[in-house]
């Protein structure tokens, strides 16, 4: 059998493992930030007839600019969007590979404040772009001083932002937004994969976008929505950033199916986005709970918490799975995430996390007096 190093494969990715996290099927899976709520019957309908009124002309290709569906996007956004400021793939995934594309490439740079999201450093990666992974201060947050000094110092041609943060859920102070782009020469991307779950008073990257030609936000309907097998992210930024974005995109990228059914599910957004304060009560209930159990928590406005455990983190994601819950390993020493979904969910969270407590065996680690 041929093994994947016997393959002319690129020097820089020899070695490299894929994206992913683990699909078991166990009973609770808490991993993945998924929405946890089926699709409402009504929307599954009104997707089912948007979908089936495309299959007699599958046999011409897509609109390859997605209009209708962008314009959707701009009406969902606000703020002065109109449809030529938006763009839509699959996924943020997509998006954010189409910026590296336009933006990054070999000789350039590009820049994020880790822990972050794991996939940016592996699109750059993709795109011959040189990854730096720049850091952040304590419990995870992140200062205008921080970010201006590593990005000055580094100058690079793109700057992932993430408000929300994922793995951490921490959201940005707006100051952090506008001081980067005060001083970054190239782009700044503001991932906001999360902005719907985040706590009343925070402010969207969406209100920083007026003249700001060098600022891209976005998002997805994954989260949220519900939709992660629909597979639809977006950006929303000035419209010379999608001229730029189009020049690199593949021909037809986002099929018919998922145009009509991403549409039938925005025209159905209430119906839809109804689980988000379900979802962060949940959230903040799980934070409250580890916290009264006395461990370690990181601030959350995402869908997700992240919360420290004692010694190596492989062992107590195993333990966890031991009880039937599949949380997320995120490869930060000592920290775990877990996804806020339904009260039982956090419920056969909170009783495993008691268990392995009680079993003393790779137990969460107290959290230290004063924090």
């Known amino acids: 059998m041929t093994r994947l190093e016997d393959l002319p494969i690129r020097d820089d990715l020899r070695g490299r493992s894929p994206y992913g996290a683990p699909q078991l099927d166990v009973p609770v899976r808490l991993n993945t930030n998924e929405n946890s709520y089926p699709v409402p019957d009504e929307v599954v309908e009104a997707i089912g007839k948007a979908v089936a009124a495309e299959l007699r002309d599958l046999n011409r290709y897509p609109d390859r600019d997605?209009?209708?569906?962008?314009?959707?996007?701009?009406?969902?956004?606000g703020h002065g969007l109109t449809t030529e400021g938006v763009w839509a793939a699959n996924g943020s995934n997509e998006i954010q590979q189409q910026l590296l594309q336009a933006f990054g490439g070999p000789g350039r740079v590009a820049l994020g404040f880790v822990p972050a999201y794991s996939m940016h450093p592996l699109l750059a990666l993709g795109t011959g772009t040189r990854w730096v992974?720049?850091?952040?201060?304590?419990?995870?947050?992140?200062t205008v001083d921080e970010a201006v000094a590593q990005v000055r110092e580094h100058r690079p041609d793109v700057v992932f932002l993430c408000s929300p943060n994922n793995p951490t859920g921490t959201a940005l102070d707006p100051a952090v937004i506008s001081a980067v782009l005060d001083v970054a020469p190239g782009m700044v991307v503001v991932d906001e994969a999360y902005a719907e779950f985040a706590r009343p008073g925070t402010v969207s990257a969406l209100a920083v976008l007026p003249g700001h030609p060098r600022l891209v936000v976005t998002r997805t309907m994954s989260k949220a929505f519900g939709f992660a097998g629909g597979r639809l992210g977006y950006l929303a930024a000035d419209p010379a950033v999608v001229d730029a974005v189009q020049l690199v995109r593949l021909p037809y990228h986002l099929s018919a199916l998922t145009q009509a059914a991403a549409r039938a599910?925005?025209?159905?957004?209430?119906?839809?986005?109804?689980?988000?304060?379900?979802?962060?009560?949940?959230?903040?209930?799980?934070?409250?709970?580890?916290?009264?159990r006395g461990l370690r928590v990181a601030d959350?406005?995402?869908?997700?918490?992240?919360?420290?455990?004692?010694?190596?983190?492989?062992?107590a994601w195993q333990a966890m799975l031991d009880?039937?819950?599949?949380?997320r390993d995120v490869g930060l020493p000592g920290w775990l995430r877990v996804t806020a979904g339904t009260p039982a969910e956090t419920d056969a969270f909170l009783a495993a996390i008691d268990q392995i407590q009680r079993a003393g065996l790779s137990a969460p680690q107290p959290r230290p007096k004063g924090t």
């Open 323 to 327: 009880h039937g819950v599949l949380v």
């Open 66 to 77: 997605a209009l209708a569906l962008r314009a959707d996007l701009a009406a969902y956004l």
């Open 265 to 292: 599910a925005l025209a159905h957004r209430d119906a839809l986005l109804g689980t988000v304060a379900a979802i962060m009560q949940q959230r903040d209930r799980i934070v409250t709970e580890l916290r009264r």
């Open 133 to 142: 992974p720049a850091h952040r201060g304590v419990d995870f947050g992140l």
């Open 300 to 315: 959350s406005d995402a869908n997700f918490v992240l919360y420290a455990v004692d010694g190596d983190q492989t062992l």
